[in-house]
């Protein structure tokens, strides 16, 4: 046994190789990045993996560099007025001055439909300004001779007054002036909503001067305006002076005449005489509805006289008016404030069951004043 594992020890076995030695041989090419064609199917039942391209190799679909672009499609020449109304029709939601661009480099036999006209400085007045419709009314062949159309005038008129924006209505009637068209009752009234809205009651009487230097009679709607205006600034007493003077010209005051001096008569501080002017609009016959009464007690709450408010409140579940969620929260917050926690209870369920508002608005409103009463006693 022993010579047998000195033979062995002796003998010199292969040791196995645990690690294989790299091949020195340069690596295939990779394979030619292009379509295989169509008869070649890979080689195994699953497709092969597609390695991620080198964004340094050049693909097969870019075209050569001196290969010239596809020729454009020609675009078909207009040369009827449907045409161009159609093309200006398709143009103006996404691009009005690539629209307005048609109008003017259409031939000279062609001439602009009205309503095309129209929709350009509608569209123009609304996205761009008066001065913009202006300038494309003197683009085209229009004189004292040939004015534009009066109802595409109307039309920009119109969206200027929608507007709102007495600077934009005030460059608006020299425009309508230098085509023939004369401005209505109805832009007057606009122009001077702007003003009231800017809070300027001399501007606001400027428009109505101008209004009959221009020969034009304010209606209904301009005496309310002037009204409403006149008294949000606190000159209730001049607002008070067109009552006769809107009377003698065959307009009566309404609803909307009273509200608004009461507004104004609250504002100032003159709540009580709010009260008394409701007493004299019912007697003339006008009844009051909502925003009266909501007005009336919101500016009795402000003025701190919460029973005379608590009585208007009465006369308003009695006829089953709602109330306006400013006035609902003012009148809580008066309630809770003045310790009639009960009756601020009273309104939220009128509140509720005549749905005058959302629940949420009932709920955080009364909340609110309950939290503020309990920080209030701590």
């Given at each position: 046994?022993?010579?047998?594992?000195?033979?062995?020890?002796?003998?010199?076995?292969?040791?196995?190789?645990?690690?294989?030695?790299?091949?020195?041989?340069?690596?295939?090419?990779?394979?030619?990045?292009?379509?295989?064609?169509?008869?070649?199917?890979?080689?195994?039942?699953?497709?092969?993996?597609?390695?991620?391209?080198?964004?340094?190799?050049?693909?097969?679909?870019?075209?050569?560099?001196?290969?010239?672009?596809?020729?454009?499609?020609?675009?078909?020449?207009?040369?009827?007025?449907?045409?161009?109304?159609?093309?200006?029709?398709a143009a103006v939601d996404d691009d009005v001055d690539a629209?307005?661009?048609?109008?003017?480099?259409?031939?000279?036999?062609?001439?602009?439909?009205?309503?095309?006209?129209?929709?350009?400085?509608?569209?123009?007045?609304?996205?761009?300004?008066?001065?913009?419709?202006?300038?494309?009314?003197?683009?085209?062949?229009?004189?004292?001779?040939?004015?534009?159309?009066?109802?595409?005038?109307?039309?920009?008129?119109?969206?200027?007054?929608?507007?709102?924006?007495?600077?934009?209505?005030?460059?608006?009637?020299?425009?309508?002036?230098?085509?023939?068209?004369?401005?209505?009752?109805?832009?007057?009234?606009?122009?001077?909503?702007?003003?009231?809205?800017?809070?300027?009651p001399e501007g606001v009487l400027r428009v109505l001067r101008?209004?009959?230097?221009?020969?034009?009679?304010?209606?209904?709607?301009?005496?309310?305006?002037?009204?409403?205006?006149?008294?949000?600034?606190?000159?209730?007493?001049?607002?008070?002076?067109?009552?006769?003077?809107?009377?003698?010209?065959?307009?009566?005051?309404?609803?909307?005449?009273?509200?608004?001096?009461?507004?104004?008569?609250?504002?100032?501080?003159?709540?009580?005489?709010?009260?008394?002017?409701?007493?004299?609009?019912?007697?003339?016959?006008?009844?009051?509805?909502?925003?009266?009464?909501?007005?009336?007690?919101?500016?009795?709450?402000?003025?701190?006289?919460?029973?005379?408010?608590?009585?208007?409140?009465?006369?308003?579940?009695?006829?089953?008016?709602?109330?306006?969620?400013?006035?609902?929260?003012?009148?809580?917050?008066?309630?809770?404030?003045?310790?009639?926690?009960?009756?601020?209870?009273?309104?939220?369920?009128?509140?509720?069951?005549?749905?005058?508002?959302?629940?949420?608005?009932?709920?955080?409103?009364?909340?609110?004043?309950?939290?503020?009463?309990?920080?209030?006693?701590?």
């Amino acid at each position: 046994m022993g010579k047998v594992q000195h033979a062995m020890r002796g003998a010199k076995l292969p040791r196995p190789a645990l690690v294989p030695k790299l091949s020195t041989a340069p690596p295939p090419p990779p394979p030619p990045h292009g379509p295989r064609p169509a008869n070649t199917k890979p080689s195994h039942g699953k497709p092969p993996r597609r390695t991620p391209r080198d964004a340094s190799e050049p693909t097969a679909a870019l075209a050569p560099v001196g290969s010239a672009p596809p020729p454009a499609e020609k675009r078909r020449p207009i040369t009827t007025p449907a045409e161009l109304s159609a093309a200006i029709r398709a143009a103006v939601d996404d691009d009005v001055d690539a629209a307005a661009s048609l109008a003017l480099k259409a031939a000279p036999t062609i001439p602009l439909p009205a309503q095309s006209l129209a929709l350009l400085l509608r569209r123009l007045a609304t996205h761009r300004s008066v001065a913009a419709a202006r300038d494309l009314l003197a683009s085209l062949p229009y004189s004292a001779d040939s004015p534009a159309p009066r109802p595409a005038l109307l039309a920009l008129a119109d969206a200027c007054c929608r507007r709102g924006d007495p600077r934009e209505i005030g460059q608006l009637l020299p425009v309508l002036s230098d085509h023939g068209v004369r401005a209505d009752a109805h832009i007057y009234n606009a122009l001077m909503k702007g003003h009231c809205a800017a809070s300027d009651p001399e501007g606001v009487l400027r428009v109505l001067r101008r209004m009959k230097d221009d020969g034009v009679e304010p209606d209904l709607v301009t005496y309310n305006t002037l009204i409403y205006g006149l008294a949000r600034a606190g000159l209730v007493a001049k607002a008070r002076t067109y009552l006769v003077a809107m009377a003698a010209a065959g307009h009566f005051p309404d609803v909307i005449t009273y509200t608004s001096l009461m507004n104004g008569m609250c504002v100032k501080g003159d709540a009580l005489g709010a009260l008394t002017l409701l007493e004299e609009m019912k007697a003339k016959g006008c009844e009051p509805n909502d925003r009266t009464y909501n007005t009336l007690l919101m500016g009795l709450c402000k003025n701190r006289k919460l029973d005379k408010a608590v009585e208007v409140y009465r006369s308003m579940v009695g006829a089953r008016m709602k109330l306006d969620p400013p006035a609902y929260a003012t009148f809580i917050r008066a309630l809770c404030r003045a310790g009639r926690v009960p009756d601020a209870y009273e309104v939220f369920d009128y509140g509720m069951e005549s749905k005058s508002f959302p629940e949420v608005t009932a709920y955080s409103e009364l909340e609110s004043s309950l939290k503020w009463l309990r920080k209030l006693k701590e």
